[in-house]
């Protein structure tokens, strides 16, 4: 079946003016999760005394709604995916407020909700949906100085920031922190503001050293090599050994290891384990491929809230993904953060194909004339 320009109806306009190559790039890194999670998830999952494909079974379905929210996202105009985010930063806010109330707690913290046999991490569908209200925030304070656009941006920050700090979650506190400044100063935030920032973050992570155990255990392993740090010394043990081409599908050492979370967040170090450095640097271009391709589609673009809105999801999507893979390589302490597209988890997958719907639908083009 061939679909033709001349054609006038909803699939040929978002097929001709989507970012086919975002798109393409996105699904790539779909199956890339697919296949590792064949390999890397049975032992897990016989440690659990769970059936040996239990991941895998649950992430395609994880992988199948992600699909479809992210290309039903993707059909949106600007205006409703403004509409689409208002409606999700509400409801997040108020997930979050129930975890803290009702969530189980979980090696001392409470970040999930239980519903129906699955677990909702409510931060990760808040995420994308923030960047937009953000990015709107931040283009119409530009824009409208009558309107206190700048103080709503303001506010919405604190007030999702204290309540991540609560359950407490320093690692996506820290993603969205970076990711806010980096659109303030987009929209022309002053250097002393930067300096503001900067001494404000050192002082949250002094105060959650002193006063959150967990959080100093992970920052004195991370300092002490000697000390115990089990699953980033497998990580690291498995970089060194796999070598430019790996182990080989099926091969891999972590499993034998034991390595706890090779499904989840330490994913990329069971790529590196089963096909090799080169295949994690490829997997690097992927990632890089999906940032360079939608920034690029921005570029020169009049309209200031797709500009910020844009850049921001797309400065979440590499932090984030710089985030897990340093904590695999071991230069920065363990953050607890998936690989988007990648790791296993339904609420992360969410997440990440709903900030790529919005990616794709910010971008799309005016459809060329002609047959």
């Not at 806010?93 to 975890?99: I, K, Q, S, Y």
């Amino acid at each position: 079946m061939v679909v033709s320009r001349s054609e006038r109806s909803l699939l040929t306009e978002w097929w001709f003016t989507i970012d086919r190559s975002v798109l393409m790039l996105a699904g790539l890194l779909l199956v890339v999760g697919i296949v590792m999670l064949l390999s890397a998830s049975p032992p897990v999952a016989i440690r659990r005394d769970l059936p040996h494909f239990y991941f895998v079974e649950r992430q395609l379905i994880f992988v199948m709604l992600g699909a479809v929210v992210m290309i039903i996202t993707s059909l949106l105009t600007p205006k409703l995916v403004r509409r689409l985010a208002l409606g999700l930063v509400l409801a997040s806010l108020v997930a979050l407020v129930l975890v803290l109330l009702i969530g189980p707690e979980i090696n001392g913290a409470s970040r999930w909700l239980r519903f129906a046999g699955f677990s909702i991490q409510p931060s990760e569908i808040l995420k994308p949906a923030f960047i937009i209200i953000t990015a709107w925030a931040f283009a119409e304070g530009r824009q409208r100085r009558d309107v206190p656009a700048y103080w709503l941006a303001i506010i919405l920050f604190v007030v999702c920031s204290f309540l991540l700090i609560l359950q407490p979650d320093f690692g996506q506190t820290l993603l969205l922190t970076v990711t806010w400044a980096g659109m303030f100063f987009m929209a022309g935030l002053a250097w002393f503001w930067v300096l503001v920032f900067i001494i404000a973050g050192l002082g949250l992570i002094m105060v959650a050293y002193n006063f959150l155990p967990h959080v100093a255990s992970r920052i004195n392993h991370f300092l002490d090599p000697s000390g115990e740090n089990y699953q980033i010394a497998r990580a690291l043990e498995a970089f060194r050994q796999a070598g430019w081409f790996g182990r080989g599908p099926g091969e891999g050492s972590l499993a034998e290891q034991y390595l706890p979370d090779a499904h989840n967040d330490f994913i990329f170090a069971a790529i590196a384990d089963e096909f090799g450095v080169m295949a994690c640097l490829l997997l690097l271009l992927l990632y890089g491929g999906i940032v360079f391709l939608s920034l690029l589609r921005v570029r020169g673009l009049e309209s200031a809230f797709i500009r910020y809105a844009v850049s921001g999801l797309m400065l979440l999507f590499a932090l984030q993904t710089m985030i897990n893979m340093s904590v695999n390589l071991g230069l920065i302490p363990a953050k607890g953060m998936t690989l988007p597209l990648i790791s296993y988890g339904g609420t992360s997958m969410i997440g990440s194909c709903s900030l790529l719907g919005m990616t794709l639908a910010l971008t799309k083009r005016l459809p060329m004339a002609g047959p």
